[in-house]
């Protein structure tokens, strides 16, 4: 999966600014948590530069927790709350196609990626989509056309010298 970090920061933090507030727990953590010591925008833009920073990092194999536990290590702040503003930080890549699996579409078969869309309703779930023929799928879908193509791309011989199968091929048995 690619994730260009080329997106326009302010118009981000509005994003998330927005659906921070909508959500409601970040501006509570805010108040009670952090009395009220830090601004939502400054809150964002440095959970989100922090994200960057280990985005950068030479770590190869990594989990959204390990991002998490990262950002947690130099903030002190909640892994909750930064999992939900790091969710919202996604939710505006996916919104304005920043992020590509690099995936052929099961329906049309363009190869050029599919991107991942938030499901609406189902917080931290996404599907899958293509910008060519807009259909939607899941991660499972994709992966069983992935497994069917492979297998379609298999060499396989046959001899077409025999006019009939031999019984005893390891083929027929």
């Given at each position: 999966m690619e994730?260009?970090?080329?997106?326009?920061?302010?118009?981000?933090?509005?994003y998330v600014a927005e659906r921070a507030k909508t959500d409601g727990r970040v501006p509570v953590?805010?108040?009670?948590?952090?009395?009220?010591?830090?601004?939502?925008?400054?809150?964002?833009?440095?959970?989100?530069?922090?994200y960057i920073d280990f985005l950068e990092t030479d770590?190869?194999?990594?989990?959204?927790?390990?991002?998490?536990d990262y950002v947690v290590e130099r903030t002190g702040y909640s892994f909750d709350i930064i999992e939900l503003i790091l969710w919202?930080?996604?939710?505006?890549?996916?919104?304005?196609?920043?992020?590509?699996?690099?995936?052929?579409?099961?329906?049309?078969?363009?190869?050029?990626?599919?991107?991942?869309?938030e499901i609406d309703g189902e917080p931290y779930n996404t599907n899958l989509q293509c910008p060519k023929?807009?259909?939607?799928?899941?991660?499972?879908?994709?992966?069983?056309?992935e497994e069917l193509d492979e297998y379609d791309e298999m060499d396989v011989e046959f001899?077409?010298?025999d006019d009939e199968l031999d019984p005893q091929s390891p083929a027929m048995l």
């Open positions: 994730n260009e970090t080329n997106y326009n920061s302010d118009e981000m933090i509005s953590y805010l108040s009670e948590e952090l009395e009220d010591k830090i601004s939502l925008e400054k809150l964002i833009s440095e959970i989100t530069d922090i770590i190869v194999s990594y989990s959204n927790d390990d991002i998490v919202f930080e996604e939710c505006y890549s996916m919104n304005n196609n920043l992020i590509t699996c690099m995936l052929d579409c099961p329906n049309c078969g363009d190869v050029g990626g599919l991107h991942p869309k023929c807009g259909n939607f799928f899941s991660y499972e879908e994709v992966d069983e056309f001899d077409e010298t």
